[in-house]
């Protein structure tokens, strides 16, 4: 596994010392969104990590299924190992009584063979009737004896078979330990990788919600800045209008405001999300038109394909699949694509009328209703 919790811990540790300098926040707009800008590099960059903490773990996954392959094989090759092993000591369990009695018994031939051979020939020799008679009375004591040694020779033999056996059951024993290392080596290194892969995920998405979170509030501040300032500038107006003195009056900002929503300072939407209007006027009511533009401005940036690795969420409004599953169906677009620009405003339509019959404030759904305060 290549070291990349080692790379992802260098990069967050990069990511959080840059986002501590947006606790001081900027005093001016331009200050302000010089923060934002940095926050969301931030949080962009973080995202990014995410999946490759993800795609990393794709990786194990794959590597899992060689693993596991390789963990049968293996099990196979123990179990032929085990059943030999099992023979051999069967072999061995019935050969030990008859090895006991193996040493007495040539022990025993090898004295009878020799006592033959003494009384034998003596005998032989006193007993027979003429030079001839004891020739053949001697070569039948030989054949005696040799039978006997041919009975030891063949128990030797046999010995010797049952010790090479023994001795094959012992490197058996040997190869069986050996392949279960192996095998005990192969679970711990898959465990290993799993527990390696879900720890860099996890921190991953932790760092990646901490720098979206940074984010959100250097939009906040964005915000605030510009209002502040719209605020400094209608005292200046105001005080030029009032003043006797002045023969010139400074007409205030007239950029239309979100309404409905609590909040009074002035905002004009950038282009892409700007780009939405026509379609966000054909099923939102006409004072809700800039309030929506506000939101996904604030969602997804007038982005239809916006996508959130961390929470699902999608599209020009960012609906989290399950809320998505059960608001398209309700809003007349069953098995749509949240990514679908109509389909997905429509159903933010549809779900903010909802809130707002049943006496809940109309953007209540979504957590940027905190830029139109």
């Known amino acids: 596994?290549?070291?990349?919790?080692?790379?992802?811990?260098?990069?967050?540790?990069?990511?959080?010392?840059?986002?501590?300098?947006?606790?001081?926040?900027?005093?001016s707009v331009g200050e302000a969104e010089q923060d934002a800008t940095q926050a969301?590099?931030?949080?962009?960059?973080?995202?990014?990590?995410?999946?490759?903490?993800?795609?990393?773990?794709?990786?194990?996954?794959?590597?899992?299924?060689?693993?596991?392959?390789?963990?049968?094989?293996?099990?196979?090759?123990l179990s032929s190992l085990?059943?030999?092993?099992?023979r051999i000591s069967e072999q061995i369990g019935f050969a030990d009584l008859e090895l006991a009695s193996i040493q007495t018994d040539i022990e025993t031939r090898a004295v009878d063979a020799y006592m033959s051979a003494l009384s034998g020939a003596s005998m032989a020799v006193v007993n027979s009737k003429n030079v001839e008679q004891a020739m053949v009375t001697g070569r039948a004591v030989e054949d005696i004896i040799g039978s006997e040694h041919a009975?030891?020779?063949?128990?030797?033999?046999k010995k010797r078979d049952l010790t090479n056996l023994q001795a094959e059951f012992?490197?058996?024993?040997?190869?069986?330990?050996?392949?279960?290392?192996?095998?005990d080596a192969e679970v711990e290194h898959l465990a290993s990788l799993y527990d390696q892969a879900d720890a860099d995920v996890a921190s991953a998405i932790r760092s990646a919600t901490a720098a979206d979170a940074e984010y959100r509030a250097a939009l906040d501040d964005v915000?605030?800045?510009?209002?502040?300032?719209?605020?400094?500038?209608?005292?200046?107006?105001?005080?030029?209008?009032?003043?006797?003195?002045?023969?010139?009056?400074t007409p205030a900002t007239t950029t239309t405001a979100p309404s409905g929503g609590g909040g009074d300072y002035p905002w004009t939407p950038p282009p892409e999300v700007e780009q939405w209007r026509s379609l966000v006027s054909q099923y939102?009511?006409?004072?809700?038109?800039?309030?929506?533009?506000?939101?996904?401005?604030?969602?997804?940036n007038g982005d239809p394909d916006a996508y959130n690795v961390y929470s699902g969420a999608s599209g020009l409004f960012q609906f989290i699949p399950s809320t998505w599953a059960t608001t398209a169906p309700a809003a007349g677009y069953p098995g749509a694509s949240p990514f679908e620009p109509v389909a997905n405003t429509a159903s933010a339509a549809w779900l903010a009328a909802q809130y707002e019959?049943?006496?809940?404030?109309?953007?209540?759904?979504?957590?940027?209703?905190?830029?139109l305060y």
């Open 223 to 249: 915000a605030a800045a510009k209002a502040r300032a719209e605020t400094e500038s209608r005292t200046e107006d105001s005080t030029t209008t009032t003043n006797p003195t002045t023969t010139t009056t």
């Open 1 to 27: 596994m290549r070291p990349f919790s080692l790379v992802l811990a260098i990069v967050m540790a990069i990511s959080i010392a840059g986002l501590n300098g947006f606790t001081a926040r900027a005093q």
């Open 170 to 183: 012992a490197a058996q024993q040997d190869a069986v330990a050996a392949k279960q290392a192996e095998y």
């Open 40 to 77: 969301e590099e931030q949080a962009e960059a973080a995202s990014r990590l995410v999946e490759a903490a993800i795609a990393n773990r794709s990786e194990v996954e794959r590597e899992l299924t060689s693993t596991i392959a390789r963990l049968n094989t293996i099990a196979a090759e």
């Open 151 to 157: 009975a030891i020779d063949e128990l030797i033999a």
């Open 284 to 300: 939102f009511p006409s004072h809700r038109v800039d309030e929506a533009l506000h939101i996904i401005s604030c969602e997804s």
């Open 357 to 371: 019959a049943q006496g809940l404030y109309y953007w209540e759904a979504w957590s940027c209703k905190r830029v």
């Open 82 to 86: 085990s059943v030999g092993l099992d």
